[in-house]
């Protein structure tokens, strides 16, 4: 759901700051991580790739081919409250987007084209988060 997806994407996004240099994602093109999600944000620079792949490292939800690490994303998310009724369905998404681009090999522009797929189709699905129900529980994390 859109709430578990914003307990997710604060604790996601704290992680942020840390990946911001080896990444080379400005604050012009991405202020705050969660900004992600919003209406206008645009999924399309190489460097926003680069930082989930930093980020992801973080909690270990990558195998070495920065593709996801399906055992270590599913228990990640479970982790958080109701995550349980999550983890599979957003599994399922990035695994699929994951398919459609598995020609690209430089691996900060695949992730990022991944990255704009899991938005969209988590759109699609009901279970994109709204930037304000994420910022209320930041706070928590
Ligand atoms: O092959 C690449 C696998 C990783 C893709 C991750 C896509 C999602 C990143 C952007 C959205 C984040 C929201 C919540 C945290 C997800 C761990």
Redesign the pocket.
């Known amino acids: 759901t859109a709430e578990v ?1 914003s307990h ?2 604060a604790h ?1 996004g704290k992680s942020l700051e840390e990946c911001r240099e080896e990444s080379g994602l400005s604050e012009e093109v991405m202020e705050e991580f969660h900004h ?1 999600w919003r209406e206008d944000f645009e999924v399309v620079h190489r460097e926003l790739g680069c930082a ?1 792949i930093c980020m ?1 490292n973080k909690f270990q ?2 195998e070495e081919d ?3 690490h399906h055992e270590n ?1 599913h228990d ?1 998310i479970k982790s958080f409250p109701e995550g349980e009724v999550l983890s599979s369905k957003m599994v399922a998404l ?1 695994h699929n987007c ?1 398919k459609q681009f598995n020609d690209i090999e430089e691996d900060c522009s ?2 990022v084209k ?2 704009a797929c ?2 969209r189709d988590a759109k699609r699905d009901g279970i994109a988060p709204e930037v304000t129900m994420i910022e209320a529980v930041m706070e928590h994390y």
């Open positions: 997806m997710v994407t996601f992600f989930i992801s939800l990558m920065a593709r996801m994303m990640y990035i994951e695949r992730v991944v990255a899991f938005k």
